[in-house]
Structures are given as C-alpha cells and as structure tokens.
C-alpha cells in the first residue's frame, strides 16, 4: 500500500501517533513503571474499552507536537531495533504501533524484563519473578507471550532460584521475533513514515 504525499491530510492512524508523543497520559506506554505495584490486566492498562485507540481519539483536538522529535533520531531508528530501543519516543512510538496491530505483548515483556535484571533484592526478584511468570509465561496468562514448551519449562525450573537469568532465553525469543516481523512492518508503516516526513520539513509556528 502506497503512502499518500499529501500535507493537508496525513492517515488519521500517523496523527494520532504524532500527538500521543506530547501526550503525559501516554507515559505508561513504557511498562517498567507499572511493575512496582502488583501485576494485573489492571495495571497494565488493559480494561474493556480502555484501548489505545479510545485514549488517543479523547485527545486528538490536541495539535500534534513533534518539537522534541527531530528527522536525524527518527532516521537513526531504521538502522536497527536496538537503536529504536534505546530512544524515549521511538520505544513509545514503535508501542504504539504494536497496540494498534493488537501485539504489543511481546515488547512489553522484553522492556519488563530490562527492569527485572536490575533488581538487587534476591527477595524481590523472586517476588517479581512469579509475576511476571503468572502474566507473560504460563499457559493461557493474561499476556500470554509467544514462546515454545521448553522454554516455558526452563523459566519454571530458573524460578526455584530466581536470578537475572531467569527469563533471558525467552526474552531473546520476543526480542527475535520482534526484529524479523514487527520491526520491518513499523518502518514500512504510514505511522513512521509520516513522522519521518513531518520531522524532516521545516516546523510551522
């Protein structure tokens, strides 16, 4: 499908990505946060209507802000997924984009995991671990990530002794499928390539 150059009338899809940027209520995008209380759908912010596309259709009489965006950051994100990662808006941008496509799972597992592995107490990690195990990995779990049998197995065996490693073959399972599927389709996506176009014209006062 070929992205329509026209100014006046970017996909509604992009302009609401755009404006969830400046959006304060869109912080919780980025899952570590919601770690510190217990996990739950609930704390997730995944409730009956309480979709993306419902909080961002609220706000869209906001102008889209992309002053904090610039064309070379943004262009930097199509060099690899790390690079998308480790940049603020990218990671909320590319979470974003996997809540529209109903996906968004697997990203938010691997971004919980980075916030396990930097926890000290072997008390709270293993209270952490049990967590995330009930919402991502056991069978039919809320966030029911997309990993084999074995691997499953081996969190559970990791999880008698819970440590940083405890969920690293998994995470490495999410994060490779994220890098051969969804990755490629958000830089093909209007979302993208219509920030991308709009960063790299002169801002309009």
């Known amino acids: 499908m070929q992205l329509e150059n026209s100014e006046s009338s ?3 899809e ?10 304060p209520s ?29 909080r961002l259709q609220c706000k869209s009489s906001q102008p889209a802000n992309t002053e904090e965006l610039c064309f070379e950051e943004m262009s930097q994100w199509s ?3 790390e690079r998308l990662l480790s940049s603020k808006y990218g990671m909320k941008i590319f979470q974003a984009f ?74 490495k399972i999410v994060y490779g499928l994220m890098e051969k599927d969804s990755y490629p389709r958000f830089l093909k996506s209007d979302i993208y390539r219509t920030l991308l176009d709009s960063t790299s014209a002169p801002m309009r006062m």
């Open 10 to 12: 970017p996909p509604k």
């Open 14 to 23: 992009a302009a609401h990505i755009q404006s969830a940027v400046a959006m």
């Open 26 to 54: 869109l912080a919780t995008l980025t899952p570590p946060q919601h770690l510190n209380m217990d996990i739950d759908k609930k704390a997730v912010g995944y409730s009956k209507g309480g979709n993306l596309k419902s």
């Open 79 to 81: 060099q690899s997924l």
């Open 98 to 171: 996997l809540k529209s496509e109903f996906s968004d799972e697997n990203l938010e597992f691997w971004v919980v995991c980075e916030d396990y592995k930097k926890i000290k107490s072997s008390f709270r990690m293993s209270s952490r671990a049990k967590k995330i195990f009930k919402l991502y990995i056991q069978a039919e779990a809320p966030r029911e990530i997309n990993i084999d049998h074995k691997t499953r197995e081996v969190i559970r065996t990791n999880m008698k002794v819970a440590s940083t490693v405890c969920f690293e073959e998994a995470q």
